[in-house]
């Protein structure tokens, strides 16, 4: 249990930059997009952000939701209450740029676009991925229907199984984007 602690202290050290931006653009997207996501007191004090708030800023660096409540419970207090107060402090600044108009700046405003479309496409992906089939038979009987992509590369089913359930999942994800399309 302290290994994954250690791991997981060392990981949020080395990658404290991307860790910061993550908490910045979602903070942003929550400010943004759902201002009762985080309670914002009356007065100018610091947003309350809740254990959840950080989970889920923890999933969008540790691949996901599973991975984030792992980490999360196997943190000491002391690394919870660091996070907690770090995303205490984004949302506070987050909000201060919101009152000085900065999401109206283009670049910003087109940064906040991006990110929030980035971050939807990633949701929706999820969502297809997990309504479909990726079983050892579906996987195969794609593999087959386009043995050719694979064959070219000499690959058998054995040695490209991830990427062919990628594959899937992309090929579901382009059929649900051109029926959208044609609507």
């Known amino acids: 249990m ?14 404290r930059s991307a860790l910061g931006f993550a908490l910045v653009l979602l903070t942003a997207l929550i400010l943004i997009g759902a201002p009762k996501a985080i309670a914002l007191p009356q ?14 800023l923890l999933s969008l660096d540790l691949g996901g939701r599973d991975v984030a409540v792992a980490a999360w419970a196997n943190m000491n207090q002391f690394e919870k209450q660091t996070l907690r107060d770090q995303a205490v402090r984004i949302a506070a600044m987050a909000r201060a740029a919101e009152r000085d108009g900065l999401p109206s700046h283009s670049d910003v405003a087109r940064a906040l676009r991006w990110g929030i479309s980035s971050f939807l496409a990633d949701a929706w ?3 297809i991925a997990s309504e479909t089939d990726l079983s050892e ?3 195969r009987s794609f593999y087959e229907a386009n043995r050719k992509m ?7 089913f054995e040695q490209c199984r991830l990427r062919v359930r ?18």
Do not use: F, H
């Not at 602690?5 to 990981?11: A, N």
């Not at 990628?166 to 609507?183: A, F, G, W, Y």
């Open 150 to 156: 694979y064959m070219d590369e000499g690959l058998s």
């Open 2 to 15: 302290k290994l994954l602690s250690t791991q997981i202290r060392s990981w949020c050290t080395r990658n």
């Open 166 to 183: 990628e594959d899937m999942i992309r090929s579901v994800t382009l059929e649900r984007l051109e029926k959208l399309n044609t609507e």
């Open 43 to 56: 007065t100018p004090a610091s947003p309350v952000v809740d254990d959840d708030d950080v989970i889920t």
């Open 125 to 127: 992906e999820k969502k």
């Open 137 to 139: 038979n579906a996987a």
